[in-house]
């Protein structure tokens, strides 16, 4: 199918997450196997023993939402074929690109943050 990951690197990504790479990533919406593909690993690295306390703290879902941010940032200016899992995991465990909580008011993320301070997005300075 046309835009449609190669079969053989979507059963070895299926297989280890860390093999998605910085071009899975751009085609994603070429096809819907490459937008499942993505979410698979993005939930994938979510479970890694590594983000274990971070989806105690934060749910499952937004630490597969802030891996995914981590994925797209750490693929900026890299080859297609870089595989970014790594940087990601570790960037997430660290309080880097962490999604803020969902709420109705701006208050309930304050709330949030003073109780979980680590978990308040960091500013981004000069690049």
Known sequence: MVGAPDPQHARAVAGDPFALTCG???????????????????FALAREPAL????????????GRSVYWALTETCKGRPASFEPGRLA?????????LVQPRSGSWRSAES??????EDRPKTHRGG
């Open 24 to 42: 899975d990533i751009a085609n994603q919406h070429q096809h819907p196997d490459g937008e499942k593909l993505v979410i698979g690993v993005e």
């Open 52 to 63: 274990h306390k971070r989806v105690e703290r934060m749910t499952e879902n937004r630490v």
């Open 89 to 97: 995991v570790e960037a997430v465990q660290h309080g880097k690109y």
């Open 112 to 117: 949030w943050w003073t109780e979980h301070p």
